[in-house]
């Protein structure tokens, strides 16, 4: 789209510039108004500050008539590579959490290095071309670190890849007019003119971007917690019930099995007595290792109360469910025997319950209900054993399967 040159003749240059700057300068302040707020934002300060830094920078050039010749020509491209190779740290501290410290100390040298030696040297045409090309690719770096990130899904993020792209397309258009124009004063409103609309675009869409990603992330990290036990890493109960209801239902409908095992840790309660608390806690975490190692991608660990987990096996049927709560209680017994050195001994009792029980009602609670009844019975039976919720004749020995009532 070309816009009609007089169109582009009604706003006044120096105006617009003052304008980006200030908005430049309030987007700062808000980024770092939030990183004083949120400390471990360490994006939104860097962002902050640079972008506190770009509009100090562009007021320079706005005001550059009264000020002395240096200020314009060494101060100002001196800030606005700095602020350049800040943007693109920022981009990376969101995307990876760290600075590739190379890279950066190189756009950093070259930031300040062009303007001094240019300045030195009275080239200042070549040292903004080669300056507002260096932002051009920190800003193409920027976006690309945005786009890497892509399979985190967070609001603001295609906004801000479409404003850093922008931007590096603006600064690389204005190096263009800086290397072929013949002063380094102000260019007259030309289609280039655009690049200052961009600039102040960028300097308050980039900053709402970069806020709408960090309070996204936050959110999804607190959904995150909110359903995960924190000793295990393993789901918790109500991650549990809400998974495993759907799940049920969804077999229920499609006629296929689902089997629900239901552990309880033997005489925990003893375990904590004699070793302590912690020795207690590491016992809880082994357990939930060895859940973690049997479960499939399909399945569903959790641990759904203080030392009872829950195993949900969808599409398996009784003989496999109860291989694999077999397989989970003797690989228990001999990861639990010695725990922090000390001859613990814990095993586990396990409840196996097979849906659809339709002639039952087939509710999620009503599988729980059937797979703690034979863990009731697996605990009467004498412990460190696996029972069945079908009526069979029962076998008390450890390690072998029973089937209960
Ligand atoms: P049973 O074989 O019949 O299951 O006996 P038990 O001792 O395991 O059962 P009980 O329900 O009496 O004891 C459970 C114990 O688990 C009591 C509680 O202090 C302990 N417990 C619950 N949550 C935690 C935890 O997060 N860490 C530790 N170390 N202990 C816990
Ligand atoms: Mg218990
Ligand atoms: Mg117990």
Redesign the pocket.
């Known amino acids: 789209m070309t816009l009609p040159s007089d169109a582009l003749m009604i706003l006044d240059v120096s105006t617009l510039v003052f304008a980006g700057g200030l908005v430049s300068l309030a987007s700062g302040v808000f980024l770092l108004l939030h990183w004083l707020q949120t400390r471990e934002d360490r994006a939104a300060f860097i962002s902050g500050a640079a972008n506190f830094g770009a509009g100090i920078g562009v007021v320079i050039i706005a005001l550059q008539a009264s000020l002395p010749g240096w200020v314009s020509t060494i101060l100002a491209p001196l800030i606005f590579g700095v602020c350049s190779a800040g943007i693109w740290a920022a981009a990376r501290i969101l995307g990876r959490g760290s600075i590739y410290w190379r890279s950066l100390t190189m756009a950093l040298a070259a930031a300040i290095a062009i303007p001094l030696a240019a300045g030195a040297s009275g080239h200042d045409r070549i040292a903004a071309a080669l300056g507002l090309g260096s932002s051009s690719a920190l800003f193409a770096a920027g976006a690309l670190e945005f786009w890497l990130g892509r399979g985190e899904r967070l609001r603001g993020r295609w906004p801000m890849i479409a404003l850093q792209i922008s931007e590096a397309i603006a600064l690389f258009l204005a190096a263009i007019e800086a290397a072929s124009r013949e002063s380094s004063q102000l260019p007259s409103m030309s289609v280039f003119g655009i690049i200052h609309f961009v600039a102040l675009v960028y300097a308050g869409g980039s900053a709402i971007s970069l806020i709408t990603m960090l309070k996204d992330r936050s959110e999804i990290k607190h959904r995150a917690a909110a359903l995960i036990d924190p000793?295990t890493g393993l789901a918790n109960r109500r991650a549990f019930m809400d998974w495993a209801q759907s799940r049920l239902a969804k077999n229920m409908r499609e006629d296929k099995p689902i089997s629900l095992l239901a552990f309880?840790?033997?005489?925990?309660?003893?375990i904590?007595d004699n070793f302590g608390?912690p020795t207690?806690?590491r016992v809880?975490r082994i357990f939930a290792d060895v859940l973690s190692n049997a479960a499939r991608p399909a399945d569903i660990a959790a641990r759904i109360g203080?030392?009872e987990f829950a195993l949900a096996l969808p599409d398996c049927a009784t003989d496999a469910a109860l291989a694999i709560a077999q397989r989970i209680r003797s690989a228990f017994q001999d990861d639990a025997q010695f725990v922090n050195g000390q001859s613990v001994k814990a095993t586990v009792?396990v409840g196996v319950g097979v849906a659809p029980p339709s002639e039952r009602g087939g509710s999620l609670g009503d599988l729980i209900a059937i797979a703690d009844g034979a863990l009731y019975r697996a605990?009467k039976l004498g412990?460190n054993r696996v029972t069945l919720a079908i009526p069979e004749c029962p076998d008390p020995d450890p390690g072998k399967v029973i089937r209960v009532a």
């Open positions: 000793l309880d840790i033997d005489n925990f309660k003893q904590n608390h207690g806690d809880l203080g030392e009792s605990k412990r």
